[in-house]
């Protein structure tokens, strides 16, 4: 089976040694991060987002093991293509270039290009990486992206 793309939201200690843990658990099982990001949450948790490919089996494997970590609190995960995975783009086009999101894309968006505003997009995280590689196409210089963190319950 090929492997899918997920988003694991980790929730733990904020104190070092909670990325180092982590990183771990995916080293040891031979999986990568895509990417990674952190995020303090306040002063004694912290958020971890990471985005990796693996197989269903494999996923679970992952999630399992970073739960029985000790620094950390909770682990959530989701496919990428899940469209309650949220993020946000940003993405700065030279002045005089027009730039729109694809219309298959559903998001929110506000920037006016030509003017050499950024244009800033909001939605499901395939749509976001959709606009954020259109622009890409499209001559943009600087792009990145954000994946917002699940509502709490």
């Known amino acids: 089976m090929d492997d899918e793309r997920w988003v ?12 180092t843990a982590l990183a771990a658990v995916f080293s040891t ?9 952190t995020a303090e949450v306040d002063d004694t948790t912290g958020l971890i987002v990471v985005t990796f490919r693996a197989t269903p089996r ?6 399992r093991a970073v739960e029985r970590l000790t620094p950390v609190h909770s682990v959530l995960v989701r496919r990428a293509a899940d469209l309650g995975v949220r993020a946000a783009g940003v993405m700065h086009l030279p002045r005089g ?7 298959r894309a559903a998001v929110a968006w506000s920037g006016v290009s030509e003017a ?8 499901p995280l395939v749509d976001v ?3 954020v590689a259109a622009a890409r196409e499209a001559g943009a210089t600087v792009s990145g992206i ?8």
């Open 146 to 153: 954000v994946i917002q963190p699940p509502p709490a319950p």
């Open 29 to 37: 099982r031979g999986v990568n991060f895509e990417s990674l990001a």
């Open 129 to 131: 990486e959709l606009v």
């Open 97 to 103: 270039v027009t730039f729109r999101p694809p219309a």
């Open 58 to 63: 494999r996923q679970q494997e992952l999630a």
């Open 8 to 19: 694991a939201f980790v929730r733990g200690a904020h104190r070092p040694g909670t990325l």
């Open 116 to 123: 050499g505003e950024p244009v800033l997009v909001e939605g």
